[in-house]
């Protein structure tokens, strides 16, 4: 089965079971019913995908292929499980990159469209996170997360760096480069895979100050907040 919806308001897919390809094309929202399990691939060409309270499941060699639109649903979550020896690709389509010279074994990644907490540094995350499970967590490697416009809500894009936890609470930060023009945010020599993962950054605020000596206005000020100079 394959099922097409290219509508211009809201869609529905009402179907339990397996299907080989869906591809959506509505520049509105198209809301999953019931849990899938997808054998070749995920096309979305425009729109919102909504899978709140659904699982997708993406079969050995399923694909996500995110070309326009985003994913949401902060009570439902796309997984898969693949056998990763070397990896140098991103998994399933899913947006994590792992480029590695050893072989972490079985891995199950999934990923859910919701934000975490308890980020250091008055941090906040993007709307999604990734839940790691795989044989061998002692392994060097590099990791690439893409985002979406979207997830971003109010962070600051240009600031955004990886990181990860092993409980949802304590989180741990990595020096991180971002690629604003393709959507990603890459950290390298990374040590160990840690069970969850996610992009945050600072939120972006909008403060005017008015500077003066108390008579004048000062044209050339310096202002410092919670140690940080502006």
């Known amino acids: 089965w394959n099922i097409y919806l290219n ?3 809201n869609q529905s897919i009402d179907y339990s079971g397996t299907l080989k390809r869906i591809f959506l094309d509505n ?20 729109g919102v995908f909504d899978l709140t309270n659904q699982i997708v499941v993406l079969d050995t060699y399923a694909t ?13 979550k796309i997984t898969t499980t693949r056998s990763l020896y070397e990896p140098d690709y991103d998994i399933a389509g899913m947006g994590f990159t792992m480029n590695s010279n050893n ?25 999604r996170y990734y839940e790691i499970s795989c044989e061998d967590t002692s392994v060097l490697f590099d990791l690439k997360i893409n ?7 109010t962070l600051s894009e240009n600031n955004l760096e990886i990181l990860a936890s092993d409980d949802l609470d304590t989180w741990v930060s990595f020096s991180s480069i971002v690629d604003t023009l393709n959507n990603t945010v890459s950290a390298t020599d990374l040590t160990r895979i840690y069970q969850f993962w996610t992009i945050g950054g600072k939120n972006l605020i909008d403060v005017e100050f008015n500077v003066s000596d108390g008579t004048n206005p000062l044209a050339n000020a310096t202002i410092s907040i919670d140690d940080t100079t502006y």
């Open 7 to 9: 509508g211009t308001q």
């Open 27 to 46: 520049p509105d929202t198209i809301k999953l019913l019931n849990n899938l399990t997808i054998i070749d691939s995920i096309f979305i060409e425009d």
């Open 64 to 76: 996500l292929v995110e070309s326009g639109g985003t994913i949401i649903g902060d009570t439902g």
């Open 103 to 127: 072989d972490p074994g079985t891995t199950t990644i999934s990923r859910y469209q919701r934000t975490v907490n308890n980020l250091p540094n008055c941090n906040e995350a993007i709307s």
């Open 147 to 153: 985002y979406h416009q979207a997830e971003l809500e």
